[in-house]
């Protein structure tokens, strides 16, 4: 595609309840990144996939956060049990490998 | 660690020229410069690698100081359209463009 698509572009969820958001990156970018972005701060890495394969999750919070690729191209991000310290926007990024990040217009969480 | 960004924030007239400052305090491989307005992506400026190399575009343009593990970005004769939030990624040896960001410097920009 043009861009980094991501949808939904906003998420409303009750706190214990579970979400999916979805990104698709631009075609043929290797690399593919899940970021977190509070109110007033910068994004914090979550995850990283090169191709299927998920190279590094050491940001990622919890083990309620889960993120695929399962066929190189599109991702999902997945919340278990959202609880309010969720509430963020979560940013997708992709690269031909290094070098310049494309970001998607995120998905804005809001748990309540 | 997150790279620290200074100033926080800096309103500018129009044409006035401002100097957004990030700062690591790890060995970096490069430093990824981004300008994110409200409610939208962040959208790439410039990439430096190490080297201290400067880079140039249109009216912004960045150095990368190596030793002192620091990147300055420099915005000429501003426009009203380089109002929002820069913000310097920075990205360590090895780690296949995982970038760590600063805190962000708010620019806002006046007729």
């Known amino acids: 595609g043009a861009g980094v698509s991501q949808s939904p572009r906003y998420k409303v969820a009750k706190r214990g309840q579970d979400v999916a958001l979805r990104c698709d990156p631009i075609?043929?970018?290797?690399?593919l990144f899940w970021y977190q972005q509070a109110l007033g701060q910068g994004p914090e890495f979550l995850t990283y996939?090169?191709?299927?394969?998920?190279?590094?999750k050491s940001g990622l919070p919890s083990d309620r956060f889960f993120a695929e690729r399962p066929e190189g191209s599109v991702s999902t991000l997945k919340i278990q049990r959202t609880q309010q310290e969720d509430s963020a926007v979560y940013l997708c990024?992709?690269?031909?490998?290094?070098?310049?990040?494309?970001f998607g217009q995120g998905t804005r969480l809001t748990v309540v | 660690q997150q790279p620290v960004q200074s100033p926080q924030a800096v309103i500018l007239r129009e044409g006035e020229d401002a100097v957004i400052n990030c700062s690591s305090s790890?060995?970096?491989?490069?430093v990824h410069w981004y300008r994110q307005k409200h409610g939208e992506a962040p959208v790439f400026l410039m990439i430096?690698?190490?080297?201290?190399e400067q880079k140039g575009h249109e009216k912004i343009s960045a150095s990368f100081n190596e030793k002192k593990q620091q990147s300055s970005l420099y915005l000429t004769a501003s426009q009203l359209s380089y109002s929002g939030t820069y913000f310097c990624?920075?990205?360590?040896?090895?780690?296949?463009?995982?970038?760590?960001f600063g805190t962000g410097t708010r620019l806002q920009v006046t007729l």
């Open positions: 990024a992709s690269s031909r490998g290094t070098g310049q990040a494309f």
């Open positions: 990624g920075t990205e360590l040896a090895g780690t296949a463009s995982k970038l760590t």
């Open positions: 430096l690698l190490k080297g201290g």
């Open positions: 790890k060995a970096l491989y490069s």
């Open positions: 996939f090169q191709n299927e394969a998920q190279l590094d």
């Open positions: 075609s043929g970018h290797v690399s």
